[in-house]
């Protein structure tokens, strides 16, 4: 799986920046004059619903930093890299997730702001009794955002596709679905 995503990778890597360019969008805006961080930190709180048999729904909790993205700015909105560690532990599984978000926001007015973006992530996931192994993840999500001063809060929903996980007595992927409720600050 890895190779067969490398090459289309490096190819639209190659092409991103002539292409960006051309259509206002600016690439390694971190380089630039006048480019901010705009970082912050927020706590995560919500629902994650596992599509593993014998596995019910229940908290998941974690911390997410994010920036302005360092390497492309849109001519409209704001990309949003989010860099988050989230964990759920119920029914003898434990998963915790590292995930790398790209995240594209658009002000819907008023402080709020409507995003979404893929992601890739790394899940190690640990069964009772079973077996650990870790597992590279795809996601996509949706969320909304409200901005006061320099605290926010936010609210998503994502959904994770996993490579599957040998966790002893049976090999199942980890897929699963969030539910998150967000607050934080921009620093």
């Known amino acids: 799986m890895q190779r067969a995503l490398t090459v289309p990778a490096l190819a639209l890597a190659a092409a991103l920046p002539l292409h960006a360019q051309a259509d206002g969008w600016s690439f390694l805006p971190a380089t630039q004059a006048g480019y901010q961080a705009d970082a912050a ?5 919500g629902l994650q619903d596992p599509d ?3 596995v019910d729904s229940d908290t998941a909790y974690g911390v997410e930093f994010s920036l ?3 390497t492309l700015t849109p001519p409209r909105g704001e990309i949003r890299q989010q860099i988050s560690l989230t964990r759920f532990d119920n029914d003898g599984l434990e998963l915790t ?3 790398l978000n790209p995240h594209y926001l658009v002000d ?3 402080n709020l702001s409507f995003g ?9 996931a640990d069964a009772e009794g079973g077996d650990s192994d870790g597992v590279f993840a795809l996601q996509a999500g949706a969320s909304l955002h409200y901005h006061r001063g320099p605290l926010f809060l936010g609210a998503e929903a994502r959904y ?3 490579q599957e996980a040998d966790l002893g007595a049976a090999e199942t992927d980890v897929d699963n679905s969030r539910f998150l409720a967000k607050a934080g600050v921009r620093f």
């Open 108 to 110: 819907l007015g008023s």
């Open 52 to 54: 593993v048999g014998n």
């Open 116 to 124: 979404v973006g893929p992601g890739l992530g790394y899940v190690a």
């Open 97 to 99: 997730s590292f995930e």
């Open 68 to 70: 302005s993205c360092p």
């Open 160 to 162: 994770q596709w996993t």
């Open 41 to 45: 930190l927020a706590v995560l709180g």
